[in-house]
């Protein structure tokens, strides 16, 4: 899954550098303009994903996949750059009042959709008013609820005025711009852009080929330039050691490893000579979460027993291979957000059973199964196919609950069945998954009991009423210590209440080929300069079709 969109950008661009990985290859190719000459045009990097899209409208998606596809597509109005300073995309500037309420952004000028309408200003406040709009069936709405009045001042300037502080209002903008043009009186959930998108980004859509790929195509016209390379194709491959036979065999340029193919299977002569891998703490968690709807997990202390049951550390050495840290909560160690202090859950399985029998569960038939009122403890456990850490994950985490007497089957589904049918749906007992974590602490959208409508981010139904109140504050202050003590809160009460079990904080671990020249890791990740990555000429590979 992936956190609000408007925060989080593109998925390559939720990462943040760190300077030690484990047995990390810290090759990371030829400077741009060095020993192989200068940049050229052409080619194409074909990335592997083990997902296909949902939506290729960002409003209304939730997946990674779409999103990173959808990311090169659109624009915001804003956008992170290298060093995580906000920089202007779609705005070439805008003004901030001295009281923080009002916003007036000045939008570039030139800029075209794709299919050659030019952007306006119209645009942005018709983007703004279909996402505050409750037919719109998007989980991205709460930032936008916050503005008191939205106004076009002229074709290139818009102004947005709240009517109190709003800490990520200037960030919320970072959201993608839909075409008014195109979508002004249509219904959103039935229009032909979720599978033919038309943006003002660097690339355009070319074709979706269901469960095989997603093919895109450089914009000439782009005004940040022209990208270097040609076209990008995401190819939609289920299963990982497929997907490395196919990195191995140089049908696919890129894609993320898994800890067992960084450490082991890439450590050799070939991978050094045609691949170049990266490391680094990621932007991200993976937890396990339960459905509180299921009276089965309604109980605090069956779900602290299940946290006291699962050894965190087994996880970070037998699955990650020590690539990765112990998650606490929602935030990244070492951010200025994250609170080291909360409650922890140590390995101790005497307390968790402990726990749940103060719940209720004992093995009152003697089967070796827990039960409360002639009810079983059994569960079924969702991962999504294709995701070997998560499978591995989970049946840890079987594992260790049947040494409890806790039942637990793993069911695996293939990712867009497993967002749009389970997911959203809430048709599931507990889950395997992770968050992109945004830049800004803002966490409204996922934990916020308001958010637990179809399609919401808050589908485990979690409700708090000082998390909403902690949540409202935090959003509502500029002073960062204040905002500080907010989320302090609220990882205090999450690691109380334990609505997800925090798992860890992978590290990333992507890898290229090593003909794509111009990746620059930094602060913000590695996707930052995207459009300036290059093959050159002797190196190139495929050429783009019409």
Same mark, same amino acid.
């Given at each position: ?22 047995? &990390? ?21 074909? /990335? ?72 306006? &200003?119209?645009?942005?406040? @018709? ?12 989980? #991205? ?5 916050? !503005? ?17 502080? @709003? ?26 852009? &979720? ?9 355009? @859509? ?30 939609? $491959? ?46 991200? #968690? ?29 996880? $970070? +050495? ?26 922890? #859950? ?5 307390? &968790?059973? /402990? ?11 003697? +089967?070796?199964?827990? +039960? ?41 589904? /293939? ?16 889950? $395997? ?33 000082? !998390?909403?109140?902690?949540? /409202? ?28 079990? @925090?798992?860890? !904080?992978? +590290? ?39």
């Amino acid at each position: 899954m992936k956190g609000p969109f408007s925060r989080a950008l593109a998925a390559t661009l939720g990462l943040l550098l760190t300077v030690a990985c484990a047995g &990390a290859d810290r090759d990371e190719g030829p400077a741009v303009g060095g020993a192989d000459g200068p940049p050229a045009t052409g080619d194409i990097l074909v /990335e592997g994903s083990i997902g296909d899209a949902s939506n290729l409208i960002p409003l209304l998606a939730t997946d990674n996949t779409s999103h990173s596809i959808s990311g090169l597509i659109f624009n915001g109005l804003v956008k992170y750059d290298r060093d995580l300073n906000v920089v202007g995309d779609l705005a070439e500037s805008w003004e901030i009042s001295k009281n923080g309420l009002v916003i007036t952004f000045r939008l570039r000028k030139g800029v075209r959709w794709h299919d050659g309408t030019p952007f306006t &200003a119209d645009d942005v406040l @018709f983007t703004y008013r279909l996402t505050v709009d409750p037919k719109t069936p998007t989980a #991205y709405a709460g930032d936008f609820l916050k !503005v008191k009045r939205a106004e076009v001042l002229d074709a290139h300037t818009f102004r947005v005025t709240y009517d109190k502080p @709003f800490a990520p209002a200037l960030m919320s903008w970072g959201a993608s711009v839909m075409p008014k043009h195109l979508l002004e009186g249509q219904d959103v959930t039935r229009s032909p852009l &979720a599978r033919h998108p038309i943006g003002t980004g660097p690339y355009r @859509f070319k074709e979706w080929k269901t469960g095989q790929k997603i093919a895109l195509e450089y914009n000439p016209d782009y005004f940040e330039g022209r990208p270097w390379i040609d076209g990008r194709v995401m190819r939609i $491959i289920p299963d990982m050691a497929t997907m490395f036979l196919e990195l191995r065999a140089k049908g696919i340029d890129q894609m993320g490893l898994t800890p067992l193919q960084y450490t082991r299977q890439t450590e050799n002569r070939y991978f050094r000579n045609n691949f170049r891998k990266y490391c680094y703490l990621s932007f991200a #968690y993976t937890y396990l979460g339960f459905n509180l709807q299921n009276p089965m997990f309604a109980d605090r202390r069956v779900r602290q027993a299940l946290a006291h049951a699962i050894d965190k550390e087994e996880l $970070i +050495d037998g699955i990650l291979l020590g690539l990765g840290r112990e998650a606490t909560g929602p935030f990244k160690p070492g951010t200025w957000q994250h609170n080291p202090n909360v409650k922890r #859950y140590p390995y101790d399985p005497k307390r &968790a059973l /402990e726990l749940l029998a103060e719940a209720g569960w004992r093995d009152t038939d003697g +089967d070796g199964i827990l +039960d409360r009122n002639g009810r079983r403890f059994e569960f079924e456990l969702l991962a999504n196919q294709g995701n070997e850490v998560r499978a591995k994950t989970a049946e840890i985490v079987q594992r260790k609950l049947a040494e409890l007497g806790i039942s637990v089957k793993i069911r695996v589904i /293939e990712w867009a069945a497993f967002i749009k049918e389970f997911i959203n749906k809430r048709r599931f007992d507990a889950v $395997i998954l992770g968050w992109t974590i945004p830049m800004d602490p803002d966490l409204y959208d996922v934990w916020h009991s308001s958010k637990t409508g179809p399609s919401e981010l808050n589908f485990v139904s979690y409700r708090n009423a000082e !998390v909403d109140e902690m949540l /409202e504050k935090g959003r509502s202050t500029f002073d960062r210590s204040e905002r500080k003590r907010c989320y302090d809160r609220i990882q205090e009460i999450l690691a109380e209440d334990q609505p997800y079990l @925090f798992l860890y !904080v992978p +590290d990333a671990l992507p890898i290229f080929n090593a003909r794509i020249r111009g990746i620059d890791p930094a602060p913000v990740g590695i996707g930052h300069n995207m459009i300036r990555w290059y093959v050159p000429k002797e190196e190139q590979k495929y050429v783009m079709t019409q």
